[in-house]
């Protein structure tokens, strides 16, 4: 049961070049998320996605897309990485039965530097 | 909307001090709150947990009591340890997980 996994963990691009990071979760949730976490603002929302075949914006959405590939993968794409997007980007993943529909299991970040 | 205001750090403790970290919180209706903790170079894991008022959530040996009359969650611990090094998020849950800017905890020996 490895819980939530993410690709790659380190990242550099150049400004204007795309990726796709990648998550997985293998505890069968319902709810996954995407976060960004910058110095001295906590973690903010990009997307999440209630269930399979759904997504909802978040706080910061501006950038980016997502895809529910299914119910255990959630990517993340940047068409068009700008330096603004510096950050370490996290996956997390609710569902019944582990802890409920709040509580969130997070992976262990991707770290991305745009230059 | 939904809001977390936490303890700004950093904090540095010596071993086997005692440790609290404020947490306040805004929100409609009756959320569940949360402490999470990340160490270095990982991502969040969740500590502890309260659903409803007066609940205690304890893990590791930190506890914190969800407040109602006062909106708080406040983290504590009786003696921490340099283990304990790391950051510290509150969060609530409404329509969607809200967090804390996190407090970092340093634990000298």
């Known amino acids: 049961n490895a819980g939530v996994t993410q690709t790659p963990k380190f990242q550099v691009l150049k400004t204007g070049q795309s990726m796709t990071l990648q998550c997985a979760q293998d505890?069968?949730?319902?709810?996954m998320y995407w976060y960004r976490q910058d110095p001295g603002m906590g973690l903010r929302l990009i997307y999440y996605?209630?269930?399979?075949?759904?997504?909802d914006k978040g706080e910061v959405p501006n950038g980016y897309n997502v895809s529910r590939l299914n119910k255990r993968e959630f990517s993340l794409r940047l068409e068009s990485a700008a330096p603004s997007q510096t950050s370490v980007y996290f996956c997390?993943?609710?569902?019944?039965?582990?802890?409920?529909?709040?509580?969130?299991?997070f992976g262990p970040g991707t770290r991305l530097t745009v230059l | 909307g939904d809001s977390v205001t936490q303890m700004e750090g950093p904090v540095t403790l010596s071993e086997e001090a005692c440790l609290t970290i404020?947490?306040?919180?805004?929100?409609?209706?009756?959320?569940?709150l949360f402490w999470y903790v990340q160490y270095p170079g990982e991502g969040l894991q969740l500590l502890l947990k309260?659903?409803?008022?007066?609940d205690k959530g304890s893990n590791k040996g930190f506890e914190a009591t969800y407040r109602k009359e006062t909106t708080s969650f406040h983290l504590e611990k009786g003696s921490v340890q340099v283990s304990d090094s790391a950051v510290y998020f509150c969060a609530l849950s409404g329509e969607k997980l809200t967090f804390g800017t996190g407090t970092r905890l340093t634990i000298i020996p």
């Open positions: 997390a993943s609710s569902g019944i039965p582990s802890g409920g529909p709040n509580t969130q299991y």
């Open positions: 505890m069968n949730h319902n709810s």
């Open positions: 996605s209630a269930s399979e075949g759904t997504t």
């Open positions: 404020n947490c306040t919180y805004t929100a409609t209706g009756y959320p569940s």
């Open positions: 309260a659903t409803k008022a007066d």
